[in-house]
């Protein structure tokens, strides 16, 4: 009953409309066999939509989906054979925690033990054998997300689906799960596909992530090529690079983008075609604004104090507001000079068409 294996699954101009609206505007991707594949964008972004296509629970408004020469987005869900795991668990409430299990291998008719013995593995697999008889409803929350999973990946699907399966769990319970997701996903070989608003978590589990905004695909990636180089500023807003300084570009030479902030000279790297005079969004972490006596002179409006180090919100004269870090105590009215290296300090063009809306 083991699912046919797949060298790559691929996602060809997936769409998806609402009433004329794209929630999922020509997804094209390919996922091959044995990746950690994560959907990540803020709320809104198309990331439940493309699942759902994927998993056959919505029918596409254009393009098609392919597990190699095999073409999938014309199947039911259920010949698709794919496992899939919910946000809210979607447990049956009657069923005891091995009912749950067997469920999907009663369903495909499987000798009665054979369903016995990959029941009790996959409870095993989630650590789960002491609570076997238990009903949904006597679990914690993290628990039963365990009974879904297991409930997933017993049948041995070729592609295992997971919308948000940690957001109803407590942080610490979050962190736990997470190491225990990819530890299966590891030990089985399984194919993932994983949707998350939550880029800390995208960026920790998945091989390639892929950022949605507004149903369009802005890039597509390894962890580390989205956390140092994001394409644009919407996902480098995204990663984390809350400063996104609009200001114009006064000298260029090769990538090195020379700009000045209030009378003192930025040096940045472009990313994509830069030109002297261009307006440009210059992208910056906020632990990558550091101390210098040559920087821009700002005053501390916020200090938050956050244990390693301070949150601080910082206005210049100009009243343009930067975010940093710093493991210097501050308040709020303390005068501070900051500057960013050239690497961190990220440079777009800012033109509306240089990259997908
Ligand atoms: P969230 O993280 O909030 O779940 P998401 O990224 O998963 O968001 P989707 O649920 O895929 O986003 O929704 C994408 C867009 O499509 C949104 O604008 C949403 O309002 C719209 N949409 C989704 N489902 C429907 C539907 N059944 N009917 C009409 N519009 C829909």
């Known amino acids: 009953m083991t699912q046919p294996p797949f060298e790559t699954l691929r996602l060809d101009g997936v769409t998806r409309r609402f009433a004329g609206h794209a929630a ?7 996922i091959r066999r044995g990746e950690f594949i ?8 198309g990331k439940s939509t493309a699942l759902n296509c994927l998993a056959g629970l919505l029918p596409l408004s254009a393009g098609s989906i392919w597990q190699d020469e ?18 809210n668990y979607a447990l049956f409430p ?17 000798p009665r033990a054979e369903v016995r013995r990959r029941t009790d593995e ?21 628990q039963q997300q365990r009974v879904a999973i297991a409930r997933a990946v017993v049948i041995s699907p070729s592609l295992v689906l997971m919308d948000e399966p940690l957001s109803n769990l407590d942080a610490k319970l979050r962190l736990e799960m997470r190491t225990e997701i990819r530890r299966l996903h590891q030990s089985l070989g399984l194919t993932t596909v994983y949707v998350t608003h939550d880029q800390e978590e995208a960026l920790s589990l998945a091989d ?25 500023p919407h996902v480098a807003d995204f990663m984390g690079f809350r400063n996104l300084l609009h200001l114009k570009a006064e000298k260029v030479a090769g990538d090195s983008v020379v700009m000045n902030v209030e009378g003192v000279r930025l040096t ?26 040559e920087g821009i002179r700002c005053v ?10 301070m949150a601080v919100e910082a206005r210049t004269g100009d009243g343009l507001v930067l975010h940093l870090r710093t493991t210097t105590r501050l308040a709020p009215q303390d005068p501070i000079t900051v500057t960013a290296a050239a690497p961190n300090l990220l440079v777009y063009p800012a033109k509306d068409d240089a990259w997908p809306t």
């Not at 999922?24 to 390919?30: H, K, Q, S, V």
């Not at 472009?270 to 006596?293: F, K, N, Q």
């Not at 501390?300 to 180090?309: I, K, L, N």
């Open 300 to 309: 501390v409006d916020v200090a938050e104090y956050q244990g390693r180090d």
């Open 122 to 142: 996959a409870i095993e697999l989630v650590r789960l054998t002491e609570h076997a008889g238990k009903l949904p409803g006597q679990l914690s929350g993290g």
């Open 268 to 293: 940045g790297t472009a990313v994509g075609d830069v030109r002297p005079g261009d307006d440009v969004i210059a992208a910056v972490r906020p632990e990558h604004l550091v101390p210098s006596d």
């Open 208 to 232: 390639r992530l892929v950022v949605l905004r507004s149903g369009r695909v802005q890039q597509v990636g390894t962890p580390e090529e989205l956390h140092t180089r994001p394409a644009n």
């Open 70 to 87: 095999r073409r999938l987005d014309t199947l039911p869900p259920e010949r698709r054979g794919f496992g899939m795991v919910f946000q």
């Open 24 to 30: 999922l505007a020509g997804l094209t991707l390919d």
């Open 94 to 110: 009657h069923l005891s925690v091995r009912g749950n299990v067997a469920f999907g291998l009663q369903m495909r008719r499987l």
């Open 38 to 45: 994560a959907l990540l964008g803020p709320s809104g972004c």
